[in-house]
């Protein structure tokens, strides 16, 4: 005879957002069983166990395996599900933390592309900038090509190591000299920009002052023409090179399939 407050297996799936194939299987695996079958197997829960089948999904969705869930449910103490509700806190804290980074990064991401619309990259101009704060990375003049790759993937994780990683493009610096030199391609440091409120860390500089500032179009293998065309304009303007010179991708193989289509942003401190 069928007992009487007991909910059948289609109408409990429907209550509690979890499929009856799903719990079919939970059966089978001796993790989540029905309070009663009847005579011909067909299942039954009680209402006492909405509560528990929440938890398994919780767990579930929290990334726990099925086989880490039995383990509980077979040694249930209010100590184990006190450790085990901590633990998924924790977890929890810790996903939240990554989807508010990626959030943050997506957020600049839209911020950037929607201002890099609105530059004339035809026109080389003179601005003052102010409080920008860079992330210097230690020296790279004269390495290798293996050894730039290395250092920027160490400069990487050195920005992630101080919670510093976003989606800010990585430039590179190059001092006055090589730039006089026509040396376009030995660079001195990598930088990124980083929040103002930052500027504790010791490899940091702060950008106060005037830049002339162009846009190259393609690759760089023929960047020297653009830098001609800005020192051009910084000589006849009566202007004296800076100390340092900064470059990075507006558009890169990110944005463009094709590298000729890339987009490199100069700015060239002057006095």
């Known amino acids: 005879m069928k007992k009487i407050n007991h909910i059948p297996i289609s109408e409990?799936?429907?209550?509690?957002?979890?499929?009856?194939?799903?719990?079919?299987?939970?059966?089978?695996?001796?993790?989540?069983?029905?309070?009663?079958?009847?005579?011909?197997?067909?299942?039954?829960?009680?209402?006492?166990?909405?509560?528990?089948?929440?938890?398994?999904?919780?767990?579930?969705?929290?990334?726990?395996?099925?086989?880490?869930?039995?383990?509980?449910?077979q040694n249930k103490s209010p100590e184990s599900f006190l450790d085990l509700m901590i633990a998924q806190k924790q977890v929890l804290q810790a996903q939240r933390e990554r989807l508010n980074h990626n959030e943050m990064i997506i957020d600049e991401k839209i911020n950037f592309?929607?201002?890099?619309?609105?530059?004339?990259?035809?026109?080389?101009?003179?601005?003052?900038?102010?409080?920008?704060?860079?992330?210097?990375?230690?020296?790279?003049?004269?390495?290798s090509e293996l050894d730039f790759l290395i250092s920027v993937n160490q400069f990487v994780d050195e920005l992630k190591s101080h919670a510093l990683f976003s989606s800010q493009p990585i430039g590179v610096v190059s001092n006055r000299q090589e730039i006089l030199n026509h040396d376009f391609y030995n660079y001195s440091y990598l930088y990124v920009k980083i929040p103002n409120n930052k500027?504790?860390?010791?490899?940091?500089?702060?950008?106060?002052?005037?830049?002339?500032?162009?846009?190259?179009?393609g690759a760089d293998d023929n960047i020297?023409?653009?830098?001609?065309?800005?020192?051009?304009?910084?000589?006849?303007?009566?202007?004296?090179?800076?100390?340092?010179?900064?470059?990075?991708?507006?558009?890169?193989?990110?944005?463009?399939?094709?590298?000729?289509?890339?987009?490199?942003?100069i700015m060239i401190e002057i006095d």
């Not at 499929?19 to 299942?43: C, E, H, M, V």
């Not at 592309?113 to 601005?127: K, L, P, T, Y």
């Not at 507006?250 to 094709?258: A, F």
């Open 113 to 143: 592309i929607r201002e890099a619309r609105q530059i004339a990259f035809d026109q080389i101009s003179i601005q003052y900038i102010e409080d920008t704060t860079f992330y210097i990375s230690d020296n790279i003049n004269n390495v």
């Open 199 to 217: 500027n504790h860390f010791k490899n940091t500089i702060t950008l106060n002052g005037r830049y002339v500032i162009g846009y190259h179009f």
């Open 224 to 265: 020297n023409q653009t830098y001609e065309k800005m020192l051009h304009l910084i000589e006849s303007q009566h202007y004296t090179i800076g100390h340092y010179i900064f470059e990075e991708y507006v558009y890169d193989s990110v944005i463009k399939n094709n590298q000729h289509e890339f987009i490199t942003k």
């Open 12 to 73: 409990f799936a429907t209550l509690t957002n979890v499929s009856r194939q799903t719990l079919i299987y939970y059966d089978k695996i001796n993790l989540f069983k029905p309070d009663y079958k009847n005579d011909i197997g067909y299942r039954y829960y009680s209402v006492k166990q909405i509560e528990f089948i929440h938890v398994i999904t919780l767990l579930k969705d929290l990334g726990m395996s099925l086989k880490e869930i039995k383990h509980y449910t």
